[in-house]
């Protein structure tokens, strides 16, 4: 086995007004031809590992390559074979299409020819042959997020980086995106792709690290990251805090996990979702209690957080909670009127209001009825 | 274990080659941005031309230049340096802008050369600064400029002019470096721009001026260019002010353009 990127140790510091640890030891190695998920909430350190790996940004320490090249001393080397699409769709608005694409050839020193022919084709493949000679004003977020991607494959790249490439994507947008990243891969191409939404990390990527706080607090393929959660989960929401008390005592038989409670909220992580279901509707009901909301999940980024730390998602980084929704449409097939009701992620975590991080962990729960 | 690729070693020759297409393609990116918004440009050029008219009609009455030179002779010399100068400003807002919208990103994960980004901003700019030169020269004549030197004389003057603002964008590229965003670029850019060109000689003779200004508004680099201009275009001790003048610009290259690359380099780190 190859790896077509290594990260060691990496640490960096963001010195200003607060000092951010944005990097703390962070190591994991990319295998030739698949994808790696970086996987985490805003402010984990995904992007900076991201820009040091691009050598964008200088490590305080630690090293790491890109195909054997040192990105701090060959960084000339490493950006003849990288591509890098970025959440902040690095394309300039008042360029078409077909001119910002040119540009990222030429910048990459492709002869003239074989510029305009990869462009034409890049174009074409990505559906936006019919845009090419429009201003990027006009595109819609989705053309955008895909000339960005054609930008960062203009020079055919052996690695290329996605950071958050979906976030803000509607769903067939997403899909779109998601079908060009798995022909990549087909074609030899090593991806390393950072997200906020487990089902895409368990979608694309092959071995997955989940980032929190500039650590690597798990590893693994995403089988066995939702195997170490359970399958699905169950939430019921009640009326108030006494009888979320005794859903409690009456969910507790489920196993093996345990039941976990916020506010009027009780979640639990069950093996057999529908099964689950069932035992636990009657349970509730020989116990009298009326839920006024019952839903089954796929794990979300927040339950991979609160069974890897303890803590809810999203720490310190709320600003963009709003736009973090860890959709996850798969759990709709899993039961009756599943994740519809967002609302209730939200009550659940502004009720807590523990470590003042409130905010980003309504963001991450409240996903479940899926983006706008 | 890692997979070494072969690392490609690059010619110095061809490296020089490479900077000044990636120069060209940064060049024509930006001047594309002036047929997208042309707006700007138009009002890039509203503006100096504004100048002359107010300066022609209103101040000239009441300006009497002590050499019996008619004013529009005399102030229109000093309006095309201010005028380039003021220009200076978008270089700093351009250079913020690409720096806020993530587009610098790109660039520096790019095989380009680093200088290239700043390079190409300079050289549209100067690009756009001929066309303000051409048409204002156009409504000087318009409102009676009467230049009395040489054709090549006047030629001169534009090349000492063009210079003068290259020379200035590179350090306005360093404010738009180090601005965190295109607003501010702007706003700390005008306090430096207005005691140069209003404590100047490019509109009015210094010698109505107190004696602690006037040293300042003799030698400060827009009174000289803008001197060396007047004496080129309308007759005067060219010599000295033309060799004060690109030494003050090659001065100014000398410094700001390392400078200027190194806020580039560094303001990500």
């Given at each position: 086995?190859?790896?077509?990127?290594?990260?060691?140790?990496?640490?960096?510091?963001?010195r200003?007004?607060?000092?951010?640890?944005?990097?703390?030891?962070?190591?994991?190695?990319?295998?030739?031809?698949?994808?790696?998920?970086?996987?985490?909430?805003?402010?984990?350190?995904?992007?900076?590992?991201?820009?040091?790996?691009?050598?964008?940004?200088?490590?305080?320490?630690?090293?790491?390559?890109?195909?054997?090249?040192?990105?701090?001393?060959?960084?000339?080397?490493?950006?003849?074979?990288?591509?890098?699409?970025?959440?902040?769709?690095?394309v300039?608005?008042?360029?078409?299409?077909?001119?910002?694409?040119?540009?990222?050839g030429?910048?990459?020193?492709?002869?003239?020819?074989?510029?305009?022919?990869?462009?034409?084709?890049?174009?074409?493949?990505?559906?936006?042959?019919?845009?090419?000679?429009?201003?990027?004003?006009?595109?819609?977020?989705?053309?955008r997020?895909?000339?960005?991607?054609?930008?960062?494959?203009?020079?055919?790249?052996?690695?290329?980086?996605?950071?958050?490439?979906?976030?803000?994507?509607?769903?067939?947008?997403?899909?779109?995106?998601?079908?060009?990243?798995?022909?990549?891969?087909?074609?030899?191409?090593?991806?390393?792709?950072?997200?906020?939404?487990?089902?895409?990390?368990?979608?694309?990527?092959?071995?997955?690290?989940?980032?929190?706080?500039?650590?690597?607090?798990?590893?693994?393929?995403?089988?066995?990251?939702?195997?170490?959660?359970?399958?699905?989960?169950l939430?019921?929401?009640?009326?108030?805090h006494?009888d979320?008390?005794?859903?409690?005592a009456?969910?507790?038989?489920?196993?093996?996990?345990?039941?976990?409670?916020?506010?009027?909220?009780?979640?639990?992580?069950?093996?057999?979702g529908?099964?689950?279901?069932?035992?636990?509707?009657?349970?509730?009901?020989?116990?009298?209690?009326?839920?006024?909301?019952?839903?089954?999940?796929e794990?979300?980024?927040?339950?991979?957080?609160?069974?890897?730390?303890?803590?809810?998602?999203?720490?310190?980084?709320?600003?963009?909670?709003?736009?973090?929704?860890?959709g996850?449409?798969?759990?709709?097939?899993?039961?009756?009127?599943?994740?519809?009701?967002?609302?209730?992620?939200?009550?659940?975590?502004?009720?807590?209001?523990?470590?003042?991080?409130?905010?980003?962990?309504?963001?991450?729960?409240?996903g479940?009825?899926?983006?706008? | 274990?890692?997979v070494?690729?072969?690392?490609?070693?690059?010619?110095?020759?061809?490296?020089?080659?490479?900077?000044?297409?990636?120069?060209?393609?940064?060049?024509?990116?930006?001047?594309?941005?002036?047929?997208?918004?042309?707006?700007?440009?138009?009002?890039?050029?509203?503006?100096?031309?504004?100048?002359?008219?107010?300066f022609?009609?209103?101040?000239?009455?009441?300006?009497?230049?002590p050499?019996?030179?008619?004013?529009?002779?005399?102030?229109?010399?000093?309006?095309?340096?201010?005028?380039?100068?003021?220009?200076?400003?978008?270089?700093?807002?351009?250079?913020?802008?690409?720096?806020?919208?993530?587009?610098?990103?790109?660039?520096?994960?790019?095989?380009?050369a680093?200088a290239?980004?700043?390079?190409?901003?300079?050289?549209?700019?100067?690009?756009?600064?001929?066309?303000v030169?051409?048409?204002?020269?156009?409504?000087?004549?318009?409102?009676?400029?009467?230049?009395?030197?040489s054709?090549?004389?006047?030629?001169?003057?534009?090349?000492?002019?063009?210079?003068?603002?290259?020379?200035?964008?590179w350090?306005?590229?360093?404010?738009?470096?180090?601005?965190?965003?295109?607003?501010?670029?702007?706003?700390?850019?005008?306090?430096?721009?207005?005691?140069?060109?209003?404590?100047?000689?490019?509109?009015?003779?210094?010698?109505?001026?107190?004696?602690?200004?006037?040293?300042?508004?003799?030698?400060?680099?827009?009174?000289?260019?803008?001197?060396?201009?007047?004496?080129?275009?309308?007759?005067?001790?060219?010599?000295?002010?033309?060799?004060?003048?690109?030494?003050?610009?090659t001065?100014?290259?000398?410094?700001?353009?390392?400078?200027?690359?190194?806020?580039?380099?560094?303001?990500?780190?």
């Amino acid at each position: 086995m190859t790896h077509a990127i290594t990260a060691d140790d990496l640490r960096k510091v963001f010195r200003g007004r607060r000092e951010v640890r944005a990097l703390d030891g962070v190591s994991f190695a990319v295998e030739e031809a698949t994808v790696f998920g970086l996987l985490g909430p805003n402010g984990a350190g995904k992007t900076t590992a991201v820009r040091i790996l691009t050598t964008i940004l200088r490590p305080d320490s630690g090293t790491a390559r890109v195909l054997g090249h040192d990105v701090v001393h060959e960084p000339s080397v490493v950006r003849t074979l990288i591509g890098l699409a970025g959440q902040y769709a690095a394309v300039d608005e008042h360029l078409t299409g077909r001119e910002n694409l040119t540009m990222v050839g030429r910048l990459n020193h492709l002869g003239r020819t074989v510029v305009r022919d990869r462009v034409a084709a890049l174009l074409d493949e990505f559906g936006l042959t019919d845009a090419a000679d429009r201003p990027l004003k006009t595109y819609s977020g989705g053309m955008r997020r895909r000339l960005d991607l054609a930008a960062a494959l203009v020079a055919r790249p052996s690695v290329l980086f996605l950071d958050e490439p979906t976030t803000g994507l509607d769903p067939q947008s997403r899909n779109d995106l998601w079908e060009v990243i798995e022909t990549l891969v087909d074609n030899g191409t090593t991806v390393l792709l950072t997200t906020q939404y487990l089902e895409e990390a368990d979608r694309l990527a092959k071995m997955l690290a989940v980032v929190d706080q500039g650590r690597v607090i798990a590893e693994g393929t995403p089988a066995k990251l939702k195997a170490d959660l359970g399958a699905t989960v169950l939430e019921v929401g009640l009326h108030d805090h006494g009888d979320a008390d005794r859903t409690m005592a009456a969910l507790a038989a489920l196993g093996p996990h345990s039941p976990t409670r916020e506010g009027s909220l009780v979640e639990v992580t069950v093996d057999d979702g529908p099964r689950a279901a069932m035992t636990a509707l009657r349970a509730l009901d020989s116990e009298g209690i009326t839920p006024i909301h019952f839903t089954l999940r796929e794990p979300s980024l927040d339950d991979v957080f609160l069974a890897l730390t303890g803590r809810r998602a999203g720490g310190g980084a709320g600003q963009d909670g709003t736009e973090a929704g860890t959709g996850t449409e798969a759990g709709a097939g899993t039961g009756a009127g599943a994740g519809t009701e967002a609302g209730t992620g939200t009550e659940a975590g502004t009720g807590t209001g523990s470590e003042g991080s409130g905010q980003g962990a309504s963001a991450l729960g409240a996903g479940t009825g899926g983006r706008p | 274990m890692s997979v070494a690729t072969l690392a490609p070693r690059v010619h110095p020759a061809r490296r020089v080659a490479r900077a000044l297409g990636d120069t060209a393609t940064i060049t024509r990116r930006n001047l594309l941005h002036y047929t997208r918004v042309p707006i700007n440009l138009f009002f890039s050029l509203v503006q100096p031309v504004m100048f002359v008219l107010l300066f022609r009609y209103v101040f000239g009455g009441a300006i009497h230049p002590p050499s019996k030179v008619p004013y529009v002779d005399f102030l229109l010399p000093g309006v095309f340096v201010q005028t380039v100068a003021f220009g200076a400003v978008s270089t700093s807002i351009g250079l913020a802008e690409d720096l806020q919208q993530g587009l610098v990103e790109r660039f520096r994960a790019l095989p380009m050369a680093r200088a290239a980004v700043l390079a190409g901003r300079t050289s549209a700019d100067l690009c756009r600064n001929v066309v303000v030169v051409v048409i204002m020269t156009g409504v000087g004549f318009a409102v009676g400029f009467r230049p009395s030197g040489s054709a090549t004389a006047f030629l001169a003057a534009v090349g000492l002019i063009l210079l003068f603002a290259y020379a200035l964008s590179w350090g306005f590229a360093f404010i738009g470096l180090s601005a965190p965003n295109s607003e501010t670029a702007q706003v700390m850019s005008f306090p430096l721009l207005f005691p140069l060109t209003f404590a100047s000689s490019s509109f009015v003779p210094v010698q109505f001026m107190p004696g602690w200004l006037r040293g300042f508004a003799t030698y400060q680099p827009v009174s000289v260019t803008a001197t060396a201009c007047r004496d080129l275009m309308i007759g005067g001790p060219v010599a000295t002010w033309v060799v004060q003048s690109v030494l003050w610009t090659t001065g100014f290259l000398v410094v700001m353009i390392p400078l200027a690359v190194w806020r580039y380099r560094s303001s990500s780190r």
